[in-house]
T-cell receptor, first 111, second 110 residues
C-alpha cells in the first residue's frame, strides 16, 4: 500500500544545515518530490528526484534517495530564517495521477 | 494571471449556506485536483479530474460537489457543511507529472 511518513518537527539554528527525512513504502515510485509551504500559502515545488538517481543537488538543496531502504532526505545548507516552513515529501506512482504526500515536517529556524 | 488562482481566499459560512470555491489554472495542464488541509489530516486528496473527467473521488461526503466545465476551471460546490469541514482547500493542476498548487481558500464553517 501507499504510505509516506515524516517526522513532525525540526528546529535548527540559522547558518546550520537542516536534514528532513521521509520514508515511503511503495517500491514502484517513479519520482519523489519535496514541496515547501509557507504560512497562509499553497505548496511550492522545491525539487524532485527520479527514482533511478541517488542524489540531486540544486544550490543549497541536496536530495538523497536510498531506494533499497525507501528513504528520502532533503538537506538545506546554511539554513536561513526564510526557510522556516512546512516541508512535504511526496511520491509519484506509475499509473496514478495524484501524488501521495507525507504529513509534513515543520522546520523552525532560530536566529 | 499566472499559475493557479483560487477565489475566494477566505470564506466564512453557516451550516445552512450554499457557496462555491473556484479554481483556475493558466498553465495549459490537463489534470486538476482538490485537496483538503486541516490540523487533523495534513493533506488529504479529495477529487481528481483528468481531461474534465472525474477519475478519483476519495470517499468525499456528498455535501462537497465538484464541477470541472473545462480543463482550466474547477469548482467545489459546498452545501450544509459541518464545523469539522473548516480547513484550507487547495486546488492543483498538472500535466503528466508534479502538481502546481494554488494559494488555497481558508474556509470557516460556523
Amino acid at each position: 500500500g501507499e504510505d509516506v511518513e515524516q517526522s513532525l518537527f525540526l528546529s535548527v539554528r540559522e547558518g546550520d544545515s537542516s536534514v528532513i527525512n521521509c520514508t515511503y513504502t511503495d517500491s514502484s515510485s517513479t519520482y519523489l518530490y519535496w514541496y515547501k509551504q509557507e504560512p497562509g500559502a499553497g505548496l511550492q515545488l522545491l525539487t524532485y528526484i527520479f527514482s533511478n538517481m541517488d542524489m540531486k543537488q540544486d544550490q543549497r538543496l541536496t536530495v538523497l534517495l536510498n531506494k533499497k531502504d525507501k528513504h528520502l532526505s532533503l538537506r538545506i545548507a546554511d539554513t536561513q530564517t526564510g526557510d522556516s516552513a512546512i516541508y512535504f515529501c511526496a511520491e509519484s506512482i506509475a499509473g496514478r495521477r495524484a501524488l501521495t504526500f507525507g504529513s509534513g515536517t515543520r522546520l523552525q529556524v532560530q536566529p | 494571471e499566472t499559475g493557479v488562482t483560487q477565489t475566494p481566499r477566505h470564506l466564512v459560512m453557516g451550516m445552512t449556506n450554499k457557496k462555491s470555491l473556484k479554481c483556475e489554472q493558466h498553465l495549459g495542464h490537463n489534470a486538476m485536483y482538490w485537496y483538503k488541509q486541516s490540523a487533523k489530516k495534513p493533506l488529504e486528496l479529495m477529487f481528481v479530474y483528468n481531461f474534465k473527467e472525474q477519475t478519483e473521488n476519495n470517499s468525499v461526503p456528498s455535501r462537497f460537489s465538484p464541477e470541472c466545465p473545462n480543463s482550466s476551471h474547477l469548482f467545489l460546490h459546498l452545501h450544509t457543511l459541518q464545523p469539522e469541514d473548516s480547513a484550507l482547500y487547495l486546488c492543483a493542476s498538472s500535466q503528466d507529472r508534479e502538481p502546481f498548487f494554488g494559494p488555497g481558500t481558508r474556509l470557516t464553517v460556523l
